[in-house]
């Protein structure tokens, strides 16, 4: 198009080029450190300070009581968002682990901002604290940040989310494959150990998907050998394709005795689906304990769900976290058991 | 092209396959999925597929109009969310669904209009504009639920997904009307015409005095209005309204059009084609349930089903 673009116009462009020129004088000078942030000077006063009265808060101590030990074990956790309860009852579970084993936690929020969170490690790390704990918002965006604290001899954890890269000591999750397990085992107990099973599937390649699957599918081979799964189908978490999905499934199939869905928006897409073709005697069983399914186990139209303990996988992180600055020898991949929520014991 | 072909005598198989190619290969694979499985060609079955593809359907009637301009509209996915969620509420807040409704189509419509003004009078790509609009309404219907999803509509509202009309559900007679209006705009009105004129040669278009600014407005706020609609039934067929509703919705629509094919540089393509299309991406999806074809290659088989049938026609060309 020949037409002028008119909000690209001459002299937009040189006042670009000498906003350009100037952003890379001004880093220029950071990187040799002629100008210093003002904040940062604040915030290294502010450490500093901090720190000394600290340690002279310690040394008081240790020389009332006169322990060996010179300071208490500081831990920073890093949370993705404490705007979101399974968080939230992540960090008291962590804190109440950190008052009983006796270490110092300090909590961050990284309010789902990667630059955000970035700042507060970089914060963790200026403050040496012993050992950081994140809980990433994005398993790339951290990465940086995880090397960081590499770089200056600091053991990381990751909680819930993995990181991508760096060095982490040790990552502490839910156990899909137990959850996966426990809902083969409910299934296939509520069938009798006989019947026809469908498997709604999460977005294939996510972990999740594959965990909660792998451990659904080996149980339902081992123990219950008469139970047939008839179909296996992706739905990709999502409720309205989860709908249309067990459409097809359920005049594909004329008969369906149970349904697992890997997690609790596909579930109630199902029965959705179930109820609108009017079939009944179907047992479905969902994932991840949400308020929608708790409130269907209620009614009776969800038999199970499975639930994500997030106060103790925040005890599990701080006591592995103590496990490492007490140089034992931690594993990798640190599971936290899952929970099965039917109407017996259901909140 | 077609006449100057047909002088050739023995060239019209050829332009019988390129203009009802792709209604060939949409009985061919209906023919191989009844074969392969009895339950298929069942009436149960039939108005599942066109229940499924409903809602498809009117977005890529809209994405279709977009289409024959030569532009193309990536934010029907997003923006049938954000309709969503936010009739969803007002249901919620107990406003007469009337209203409700209107409110969440005119969002739509008026959501369409700025990407529409973006593209018409201030000049933007329309991939760039309507990937804009994109994941702000994504961004906005997320932030209005605080990410989650509104739940439990007054069950009066559940007519306009799974009600019926006699034996025909709801969802299928709207999509019908949607795809009989907009055959008849294309077709029988001066509107049509310069849309036809539009995409084919923008320059000559504007030369000869057609005003293609108001012509691009509106075949956007046209799409952004008909995925609101989509949106009313898809929330009506799942009682519920999730901010995370629609995405990836643009590719099926896309795919449809451009399967049915209309030409994305624009002035060549109709709505018949586009229903073709909707109908074969639904009978695929309906298929690859009913074979029960593994999750990791589902993706292969759509994509390799869809090329096939494409090729199918774009060979002989």
Same mark, same amino acid.
């Given at each position: 198009?020949?037409?002028?673009?008119?909000?690209?116009?001459?002299?937009?462009?040189?006042?670009?080029?000498?906003?350009?020129?100037?952003?890379?004088?001004?880093?220029?000078?950071?990187?040799?450190?002629?100008?210093?942030?003002?904040?940062?000077?604040?915030?290294?006063?502010?450490?500093?300070?901090?720190?000394?009265?600290?340690?002279?808060?310690?040394?008081?101590?240790?020389?009332?009581?006169?322990?060996?030990?010179?300071?208490?074990?500081?831990?920073?956790?890093?949370?993705?968002?404490?705007?979101?309860?399974?968080?939230?009852?992540?960090?008291?579970?962590?804190?109440?682990?950190?008052?009983?084993?006796?270490?110092?936690?300090?909590?961050?929020?990284?309010?789902?901002?990667?630059?955000?969170?970035?700042?507060?490690?970089?914060?963790?790390?200026?403050?040496?604290?012993?050992?950081?704990?994140?809980?990433?918002?994005?398993?790339?965006?951290?990465?940086?940040?995880?090397?960081?604290?590499?770089?200056?001899?600091?053991?990381?954890?990751?909680?819930?989310?993995?990181?991508?890269?760096?060095?982490?000591?040790?990552?502490?999750?839910?156990?899909?494959?137990?959850?996966?397990?426990?809902?083969?085992?409910?299934?296939?107990?509520?069938?009798?150990?006989?019947?026809?099973?469908?498997?709604?599937?999460?977005?294939?390649?996510?972990?999740?998907?594959?965990?909660?699957?792998?451990?659904?599918?080996?149980?339902?081979?081992?123990?219950?050998?008469?139970?047939?799964?008839?179909?296996?189908?992706?739905?990709?978490?999502?409720?309205?394709?989860?709908?249309?999905?067990?459409?097809?499934?359920?005049?594909?199939?004329?008969?369906?005795?149970?349904?697992?869905?890997?997690?609790?928006?596909?579930?109630?897409?199902?029965?959705?689906?179930?109820?609108?073709?009017?079939?009944?005697?179907?047992?479905?069983?969902?994932?991840?304990?949400?308020?929608?399914?708790?409130?269907?186990?209620?009614?009776?139209?969800?038999?199970?769900?499975?639930?994500?303990?997030?106060?103790?996988?925040?005890?599990?992180?701080?006591?592995?976290?103590?496990?490492?600055?007490?140089?034992?020898?931690?594993?990798?991949?640190?599971?936290?058991?899952?929970?099965?929520?039917?109407?017996?014991?259901?909140? | 092209?077609?006449?100057?072909?047909?002088?050739?005598?023995?060239?019209?198989?050829?332009?019988?396959?390129?203009?009802?190619?792709?209604?060939?290969?949409?009985?061919?694979?209906?023919?191989?999925?009844?074969?392969?499985?009895?339950?298929?060609?069942?009436?149960?079955?039939?108005? &599942?597929?066109?229940?499924?593809?409903?809602?498809?359907?009117?977005?890529?009637?809209?994405?279709?109009? /977009?289409?024959?301009?030569?532009?193309?509209?990536?934010?029907?996915?997003?923006?049938?969310?954000?309709?969503?969620? /936010?009739?969803?509420?007002?249901?919620?807040?107990?406003?007469?669904?009337?209203?409700?409704?209107?409110?969440?189509?005119?969002?739509?419509?008026?959501?369409?209009?700025?990407?529409?003004?973006?593209?018409?009078?201030?000049?933007?790509?329309?991939?760039?504009?309507?990937?804009?609009?994109?994941?702000?309404?994504?961004?906005?219907?997320?932030?209005?639920?605080?990410?989650?999803?509104?739940?439990?509509?007054?069950?009066?509202? *559940?007519?306009?997904?799974?009600?019926?009309?006699?034996?025909?559900?709801?969802?299928?007679?709207?999509?019908?009307?949607?795809?009989?209006?907009?055959?008849?705009?294309?077709?029988?009105?001066?509107?049509?015409?310069?849309?036809?004129?539009?995409?084919?040669?923008?320059?000559?278009?504007?030369?000869?005095?057609?005003?293609?600014?108001?012509?691009?407005?509106?075949?956007?706020?046209?799409?952004?209005?008909?995925?609101?609609?989509?949106?009313?039934?898809?929330?009506?067929?799942?009682?519920?309204?999730?901010?995370?509703?629609?995405?990836?919705?643009?590719? *099926?629509?896309?795919?449809? /059009?451009? /399967?049915?094919?209309?030409?994305?540089?624009?002035?060549?393509?109709?709505?018949?084609?586009?229903?073709?299309?909707?109908?074969?991406?639904?009978?695929?999806? &309906?298929?690859?349930?009913?074979?029960?074809?593994?999750?990791?290659?589902?993706?292969?088989?759509?994509?390799?089903?869809?090329?096939?049938?494409?090729?199918?026609?774009?060979?002989?060309?």
């Amino acid at each position: 198009m020949t037409k002028r673009r008119w909000y690209w116009g001459e002299s937009g462009r040189k006042d670009a080029q000498i906003f350009r020129k100037e952003m890379i004088k001004m880093k220029n000078e950071v990187l040799e450190g002629k100008i210093v942030r003002k904040g940062v000077i604040k915030m290294k006063k502010f450490v500093i300070i901090a720190l000394s009265l600290v340690m002279l808060a310690s040394l008081g101590t240790s020389c009332a009581k006169t322990t060996p030990t010179a300071k208490k074990p500081t831990l920073g956790l890093v949370i993705s968002t404490l705007n979101n309860p399974f968080f939230v009852t992540l960090r008291d579970g962590a804190q109440k682990e950190a008052e009983t084993s006796g270490v110092t936690l300090i909590v961050m929020d990284s309010q789902n901002d990667p630059a955000k969170e970035a700042s507060n490690i970089e914060d963790l790390i200026s403050r040496k604290v012993d050992a950081i704990l994140i809980n990433p918002t994005d398993s790339d965006a951290v990465v940086p940040s995880v090397k960081k604290a590499n770089d200056a001899n600091i053991p990381v954890l990751t909680i819930d989310r993995a990181a991508n890269g760096g060095v982490v000591v040790s990552h502490i999750a839910s156990d899909n494959v137990a959850g996966g397990k426990m809902a083969a085992e409910f299934l296939g107990k509520a069938l009798h150990g006989k019947g026809k099973v469908v498997e709604l599937q999460g977005i294939p390649g996510t972990s999740a998907a594959r965990d909660r699957g792998t451990g659904f599918d080996t149980t339902m081979a081992q123990e219950f050998p008469d139970i047939q799964i008839i179909a296996r189908q992706p739905a990709d978490f999502d409720r309205a394709k989860a709908l249309s999905v067990f459409e097809n499934i359920l005049t594909a199939q004329p008969k369906i005795d149970g349904v697992f869905a890997q997690n609790d928006e596909m579930v109630l897409g199902a029965i959705q689906a179930a109820e609108a073709a009017k079939r009944t005697g179907i047992i479905f069983v969902g994932y991840d304990a949400i308020d929608d399914a708790i409130k269907a186990i209620k009614e009776g139209k969800l038999a199970a769900t499975i639930q994500q303990q997030p106060a103790l996988m925040g005890k599990l992180a701080v006591e592995t976290a103590v496990d490492v600055l007490n140089g034992k020898t931690v594993d990798k991949f640190i599971p936290v058991p899952v929970k099965l929520i039917t109407k017996e014991n259901v909140p | 092209m077609i006449s100057t072909a047909s002088l050739q005598g023995g060239a019209n198989w050829k332009i019988l396959l390129r203009k009802y190619g792709i209604v060939v290969s949409f009985f061919l694979l209906c023919l191989a999925l009844s074969l392969a499985s009895d339950r298929f060609l069942t009436w149960t079955n039939i108005l &599942n597929v066109l229940r499924q593809s409903s809602i498809n359907g009117i977005i890529a009637v809209g994405m279709t109009f /977009v289409i024959l301009t030569a532009g193309i509209d990536l934010s029907v996915g997003s923006v049938l969310a954000l309709t969503a969620v /936010v009739t969803a509420s007002l249901l919620q807040r107990n406003l007469p669904i009337s209203l409700a409704i209107i409110t969440g189509l005119a969002l739509g419509a008026a959501l369409g209009s700025v990407s529409g003004l973006l593209v018409s009078y201030l000049h933007l790509f329309p991939f760039i504009a309507t990937l804009g609009l994109m994941t702000i309404c994504r961004g906005l219907a997320l932030t209005y639920t605080g990410g989650m999803p509104i739940t439990t509509l007054p069950s009066s509202f *559940d007519f306009i997904g799974a009600g019926s009309l006699g034996p025909i559900p709801i969802p299928i007679v709207i999509a019908a009307f949607v795809f009989l209006a907009g055959h008849f705009v294309l077709t029988h009105t001066n509107l049509g015409l310069r849309i036809y004129a539009l995409g084919d040669n923008p320059v000559a278009a504007r030369l000869s005095g057609i005003p293609v600014n108001k012509v691009i407005l509106f075949v956007y706020a046209l799409s952004g209005f008909l995925s609101a609609l989509a949106g009313m039934i898809l929330i009506g067929r799942l009682d519920s309204a999730a901010p995370t509703l629609g995405s990836g919705y643009e590719f *099926d629509a896309i795919a449809a /059009v451009v /399967v049915g094919g209309t030409n994305l540089t624009g002035g060549e393509g109709n709505l018949f084609g586009t229903l073709i299309g909707v109908l074969f991406i639904g009978v695929l999806d &309906n298929g690859l349930n009913f074979l029960n074809v593994s999750a990791l290659w589902e993706g292969v088989v759509k994509g390799l089903v869809i090329a096939f049938a494409l090729l199918m026609y774009r060979l002989v060309k």
